[in-house]
C-alpha cells in the first residue's frame, strides 16, 4: 500500500499545542474553544487559531452548538494520519538497518 505524505496535515500535526487539543477532543468527544481553553495553556483566541489549522487539513470538523461551536475530530483524517506516520516510519526503519548494515561491514572491514 503506497500512502502519499500530506506536507500541509503533518505541518498542522507537528504543533503540540494542536496534538493535545486533538488529544482532548478525542478524550471528550469533541468540545468547543471554550471548554478546550479551560483545559490547554492558551487563550481561546490561540485555541480558535489552532481549530482553524486543524479544520483547514480535515482533522477536526465544526458544528453550531447554541452561540458557540463545537469541534469533533474527523476519524476518517485521523486514520489517514495514522496509515501516513506507519509508512513514513516504515520507510525510515528501512533506511536505518541500510545504514546499520553498512556500518558494520565498515567495523569488520576495519577489524580485519
Known sequence: MSVTVDDELWSAVGDPTRRRM????????????????????VTRQAV??????????????????????????????????VAQLSAVGATWDARLQRIKRIAEAIQRAQED
Open 22 to 41: 486533538l488529544d482532548v477532543l478525542l478524550a471528550d468527544g469533541g468540545g468547543t474553544p471554550t471548554t478546550l481553553s479551560g483545559q490547554l495553556p
Open 48 to 81: 480558535a487559531k489552532h481549530l482553524g489549522v486543524l479544520q483547514r487539513v480535515g482533522l477536526v470538523h465544526v458544528r453550531p452548538a447554541g452561540r458557540e461551536r463545537r469541534y469533533e475530530v474527523d476519524q476518517a483524517q485521523l486514520a489517514r494520519a
